[in-house]
Each structure stands twice: as C-alpha cells, then as structure tokens.
Nanobody, 124 residues
Framework: QVQLVESGGGLVQAGGSLRLSCAAS????????MGWWRQAPGKEREFVAAISWSGSSTYYADSVKGRFTVSRDNAKNMVYLQMNSLKPDDTAVYYC?????????????????WGQGTQVTVSS
C-alpha cells in the first residue's frame, strides 16, 4: 500500500531553517508528481510546493517563493522541502502529498495520497 512518511519538523526561531523529508513506498515513485501542503490551526490546508516526476519542474506558493526549495531523489524514493528564512506565519503541520498520476499536484483534488504530517513551529 502507498505510504508517505514525513520527518524533520520541529521548533525553530524566526530566520532559521529546517529540512523536511518524505519517504515514499508502495508505488512507482519516479512516475508521480509530489507536493507539500501545510495546515495552520483554524485554517484550511494550503499548497506550499510541488515537483514533477523528473524533478525538472518546481512550483511554489507566493508566500514561500524564494525561501523554500522542493527537491526529490528518485533513487531513494524521497522528496524534500528545504525551508529557509522561516517566519512565525510558517507555523503549521506540513504534509507530503502524491499526485493522482504523472501531473504535478497544485490543488487538493490533484492529490491521491497524504502523509500523516509533521509539525513545524517557528517562534518569534
């Protein structure tokens, strides 16, 4: 069965960095787009970043553009989110997501599977 397991969350001061990892298993990793979403308390889950199956194309929400970088390693079935210059507004549970197919997922309805999430807390 498809499994997405996130790691790397934690508590960091504003201006700091974190690197999230997502380990994927149970399907053909290199033929699916992948993405990251986040959900803050009392808010809807929102798109953060996504990457194509080959890694050649990446997409970002305006709020994280220039600060976050999404990448993948198809040999290891891993996707990453490097987060720099973190702000208190970045505090949320971050979810790894697999697309419904080869497309790059940028909308909730383009996601077939979600990870369990990892908490990121940025203190001011």
């Amino acid at each position: 069965q498809v499994q997405l397991v996130e790691s790397g969350g934690g508590l960091v001061q504003a201006g700091g960095s974190l690197r999230l990892s997502c380990a994927a298993s149970g399907y053909s990793f290199s033929t699916h787009g992948m993405g990251w979403w986040r959900q803050a308390p009392g808010k809807e889950r929102e798109f953060v970043a996504a990457i194509s199956w080959s890694g050649s194309s990446t997409y970002y929400a305006d709020s994280v553009k220039g600060r976050f970088t999404v990448s993948r390693d198809n040999a290891k079935n891993m996707v990453y989110l490097q987060m720099n210059s973190l702000k208190p507004d970045d505090t949320a549970v971050y979810y790894c997501a697999r697309s419904v197919g080869i497309i790059v997922p940028k909308r909730n309805d383009e996601v077939a599977y979600w990870g369990q999430g990892t908490q990121v807390t940025v203190s001011s």
